[in-house]
């Protein structure tokens, strides 16, 4: 059962029990009332027949007496009345009397070998009726006769009738009014709680924006205790996500630089433990792959150890430079839009080799000059664009767009590297600036350049991101776009 419909049968049902009770015990009071006044009238009236009869002078005629009982049934509730004189013998009455003579004569032969007035309740003509048989004594106290009436009972009915119609009428009015004030009432006092009720299944399924409002000072104070319960709620699953952002990436941060510091003791044991014979290694190549007396299938293989160990030295360089970032000069400036089209430049003989068109789009009429050193913004673009040639081994497209942006108010100078590669996945984009980490670790890659160049930008106050490119579009692969604070 609802609430509503308890606070309401609470309220309706001792009413209803209450006009129950009273109509019941009322009723009952009520007849007994009628009754006994019913039968106060019906004494007074034979007493005054009693006395009425004694005064009759002894001639008086049978027909004179029929008369006066006639003329006082129609003038009062009286159904009927009959006399007897002192033997108990019928003298006259009225017509009903006489219908009933033999109901009559034996009650009233009781009552003279009684020698005791009678009340009886009889039913005349189906209706009920109360009558009394009154002895009349004359003052020398010597029986004489007696005198019989009969009262009429229906008026008692009708009477009980219409005061329970009236009663009935009346609870009815009383209980439809209560009804209404205790349905309105509930509807009140349930209202609030309902709205609780919902406000607490939204929070429990997670919707912490939840605000109730309730009425009374009670409800308000309660109301206003949830509110300020779900506000909690709410800034504390806040605070909560925050923590374990940061968390996530204080970790991804720490994981970065455990990397960072096992490449630096690795690039420090391979710059001890092979750089100096590596060094003597390429010395010697190259000095004998000059000398004039060597052949050329030697000296053919003496220029590939020389570029070997060259190569071996461009990867020693790349692990120091990861480990052991050199100093940031503070007066050193570049213009990235000129280290951009060195690197193009410089890059030309490996995109024709690679059949990659590259393009460069440097914003005119724009100060493009960073705080960096142009020899590391030259290597975070080369290592940029040297990653999108190699991702496209069978040709295709290389863009690079340097401008200048507004940052929340402050300027900064922005540089975007586009290839038609494959791209990086969602999975993978969170790794690509991992060392180590490379989709081409089976073809010649190392996994340092994107480290190397996300360790640059950060060391000089930028960022780096990347991004997938559009879709269908020539320039569909990865898309690196490096911010750096412009120089003031």
Known sequence: MRLVDRYWLMFTAPLVVCLGVYGVLGASFHRQELLAEAETEVRETATLLGEAVTTLPADVEIDELHALAERLTHDTRVLGIGIYDSDGRWVGGSRVARSHRASLDRIVRDAFRARLDRREMLAFGGREALMRVELVRPSQATLVGAVVVIRDLQYVRDALRAWVSQLAAVSGVLTLVMALLAARLARAMTEPVEQLIDGVTRVAAGDLETVVS????????????????????????????????????????????????????????????????????????????????????????????????????????????????????????????????????????????????????????????????????????????????????????????????????????????????PGVGDGIQGKVFDPFFSTRLGTGGTGLGLAVVAGLVKELGGRVVVAQGEAGSELSGAAFTVWLPAAP
């Open 214 to 421: 309730t009425g009374g000072d009670e409800m308000r104070r309660l109301g206003d205790a949830f509110n300020a319960l779900t506000r909690s709620l709410k800034g504390a699953r806040e605070r909560l996500s925050d923590e374990e952002i940061a968390r996530a990436t204080l970790e991804a941060e720490l994981h970065h630089a455990q990397m960072l510091a096992v490449a630096g003791q690795v690039a420090a044991t391979l710059g001890h433990e092979i750089g100096s014979p590596l060094n003597v290694i390429l010395g010697r190549a190259r000095v004998a792959a000059e000398r004039e007396d060597v052949p050329d299938d030697l000296r053919a293989s003496l220029q590939s150890i020389a570029t070997q160990c060259e190569r071996i030295i461009k990867v020693m360089s790349q692990f120091l430079s990861l480990a052991r970032p050199s100093p940031r000069g503070g007066a050193d400036r570049s213009d990235l839009g000129a280290v951009a089209r060195e690197v193009i430049g410089f890059l030309g003989q490996e995109c024709r080799r690679a059949n990659v068109r590259a393009t460069l789009v440097v914003a005119a009429g724009e100060e493009l000059t960073v705080e960096a050193p142009h020899d590391r913004m030259f290597q975070v673009l080369f290592n940029l664009c040297l990653n999108g040639v190699q991702a496209q081994p069978g040709g295709g497209r290389l863009e690079v767009y340097v401008h200048r942006i507004d940052e929340g108010g402050r300027p900064m100078v922005c540089a975007t590297v586009r290839d038609g590669g």
